[in-house]
Structures are given as C-alpha cells and as structure tokens.
C-alpha cells in the first residue's frame, strides 16, 4: 500500500429518519457540509431548525454556521457569527477558540460563543485568550451581533478548552 499522505478535515451529518425509535443504519443519509478544513462542530436545534457551527481551522479561525429546515437531509450557510462585527471580528480572525452553538426553543434566537485575544497585541503570540464574545441572531443564522460579555487582564486564559453556554428554558 502506498502511503498516506494527506487528509481532508471536514464536516458531515448523517440524517436517519425515525432515528429515535428504529434506527437502522441502511436507511440514514449521509452528506458532507463543508471541507475548508473545518473542525470543532457543534449542533443545535429549535425543534424546527438545526443548526451547525464549526471552526475554520484552514483559512482563518473564522465560525461557520449552517442550518437544516428539514432535520438534516439539506444544508445551507447562513451568516456567520465573527464576519462584520468590527474589533470583534478583528480580536476573533486567527485569534480565537469556538465553543457551542445554542438555539432557543422558545424564542428560536440563536448564540454562539467564542473567545478571543487582542489583535496586535496577543495574535500569534499566545493562545490564553482574554475576551468572551457572544454572538447573537433572532433571524435564524442570516445575521450576528457579536458582543463582549467578558475581558479579562491580557493573558489571561478563558478558554479553558472550550468556551460553554446554554439557555435558560423558561
């Protein structure tokens, strides 16, 4: 055997109808989301909606988002949670650690949160990121507003592996 010598980061869902009460391998689908090198998915769904955030470890470090009207069999992108949001965005490029992706069941807003070093000052020198950023959208994914919910002194390290966040069912 010849060996190996590449590989192609991706993501991928697998829809099985009926899936939780007969699952059965032979009748599941699946699809391939993305390739641009992506990593770190996390999925969430409002009951009608799912959603897939994922980490651009390719190209940029940017968050990704795609979303499913019909329990996964399609896919499209919508908007994505860093891309816009000013120093956000430039705190977040190459700079930054994904954590979660929420939808409210209730409101069918949707949250993504990420933290993120200074630009300049900490970008490609360190990965203790010192800011907390929650992106926010309540028009299923098309637009974010990312806002600081959090800094810290420079270096120090809120990523803890994986930043996290949940909604309060209410």
Known sequence: NPPFRSAQLGVSAISCPNAATNFNIATCTEKIIDTAGADRSWITSDGAHVYISYHDAGNSSLIHVQRSDDDGVTWHQVGDP????????????????????????????????????????????????????????????????????????????????????????V
């Open 82 to 169: 860093v891309v816009g949001q000013d120093g956000a965005t430039g705190n977040a490029t190459f700079n930054n650690t994904q954590g979660n992706i929420v939808a409210d069941p209730v409101t069918h807003d949707v949250y993504d949160i990420y933290v993120a070093g200074q630009a300049g000052i900490q970008k490609g020198t360190s990965a203790a990121f010192n800011n907390v950023y929650v992106s926010h959208s309540n028009d299923m994914g098309r637009s974010w507003t990312a806002t600081l919910v959090f800094h810290a002194p420079l270096f120090t390290a809120l990523n803890n592996v994986f930043p996290a966040l949940a909604v309060d069912r």
